[in-house]
């Protein structure tokens, strides 16, 4: 089930957001300490306005929640709440047995059996769960994972109680895959969210159920991801689950944020994933860890794509064929000559090399002018510092922008400030959020032709797409990045 969090502080805005989220839930979490005290004594009839399954939870400020009142207090508004049809309470671990346990038992009222943790994992969280578990209630334990190991020992516990009925989830950023893959996990359900998170690391639940159709994966299901850090922010999911949808294919595509990459290879082993994409700052790390690689990957030093092949991993490059699509025809006609790049980082290495392999001349600016001068080097190019870019006014084609500067949220930012675009030349950023970077804005303003990190992205996803499934990414599909 992927169950909606209400964060309304009124029965009506409750409503109104299983309302809006109807087609995406298949029951609602009312969490009383949300409420005005008012509308926490009405809470009984609220089961009985929607159509799906509510758990009735009034949390506790140590466990996350609002509620600051007396244990006593508490208790009571619990038990009037329970008149009501609730199809679930929620019950915390420590609490003794007490008339809202033994009025729920009497009135079928199904018991979640809860803990939280939001500093780490518990040492003994195996044996907690069972024990909540030990009268058929439902064991919740909601723990906070801080590195990619705490993730692989989460779905460990949860796979070794398997036959236990069970809510396990894992809070903040490391803990999204859990949240997403909870079936896989055997959890009962997900919590999910409308607008903002109402826990840590809550999923709304429209990408849950829209785009990774959490609610249909099985053991079956293909996993595939992609592992970065930060990862978060990343519009690859927006590509490749639309992808498996329109194919039928069953597979999923999810963000990790790493830490340790030998220990992601355990984790991925151990959920059989059949392949991922690398980003920053892996695309070197992961190499090491790959049984076969291709040329560009040889030649370039980065990898942004991993697909399992019997026995091993193989590492590919796809960031190469995707800067190169959207000016190939430019390089062949001729129209691209010669060209400035901006950076000398991760990206750049797989742009300098496939502008080289195409015969285009280069010049690689960078801030750090070592750095410009290692990659200059071994690609047989130019190199300068950032600061003298100014003396290639008006002597290139192409000038591609690879640094960081401009990315989202630093709208206002341009790594060749004030250079001057005599307008004839194509002015390319990889940086895809905002799409329209100050780079860009400024090329345009002086008459350039345009291209966008998203197309980049677009094509080097595309390029991924035929790696982990075999078949063309479906023309008919425009993802909105
Ligand atoms: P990276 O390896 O960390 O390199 C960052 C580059 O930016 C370096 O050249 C660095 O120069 C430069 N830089 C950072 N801050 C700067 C500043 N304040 N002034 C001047 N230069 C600065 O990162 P990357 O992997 O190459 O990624 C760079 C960008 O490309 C990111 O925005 C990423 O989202 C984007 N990207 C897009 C795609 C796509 O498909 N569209 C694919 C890959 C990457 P120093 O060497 O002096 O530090």
Known sequence: MICLTLSGSTLSECLDEIRENREYIDSAELRLDLLSPEEQRKASSFPSMVDIPVILTLRRKEDGGRCTLPERERRAL???????????????????????????REKGVRIIRSFHDFSGIPDDIYSRIYRLAERGDVAKAA??????????????????LRDVPKIIIGMGDWGIPLRILYRRAGSLLTFACSGEAVAPGQISARDLRLMYHADKVTDRTAIYGIIGNPVLHTSSPLIHNPGF??????????????????????????????????????????LMYLGNITREVKQI?????VVRMPGMWKGMNTDYYGFLAPISKDIESGRIRNSLVIGAGGAAQAIVWALRNRGVRVTVLNRTVTRAEKLAKINLCEYDTLSNASLYEGKVDLIVQTTSVGLYPDFDANPIEGFRFSGREIAYDIIYKPKMTKFLREAEAAGCTLHFGEEMLLEQGKLQFELFTGYHYPRSLHPSL
Request: a negative charge; one cysteine or more.
């Open 78 to 104: 619990l038990l009037s709440a329970l008149d009501g049809s609730f199809a679930y309470v929620d019950i915390e671990e420590d609490v003794k047995r007490n008339d809202v346990e033994d009025k729920a």
């Open 245 to 286: 949808h329109a194919i039928n294919y069953d597979a999923i595509y999810l963000p990790f944020m790493v830490d340790n990459v030998r220990v992601f290879f355990a984790l991925a082993e151990y959920l059989k994933m059949r392949g991922f994409s690398v980003t920053v700052p892996f695309k070197d790390a992961v």
């Open 143 to 160: 723990v906070t994972p801080h590195t990619i190991q705490d993730l692989l020992r989460l779905f460990r516990i949860a796979e070794e």
């Open 301 to 305: 030093g980065a990898c942004n794509t």
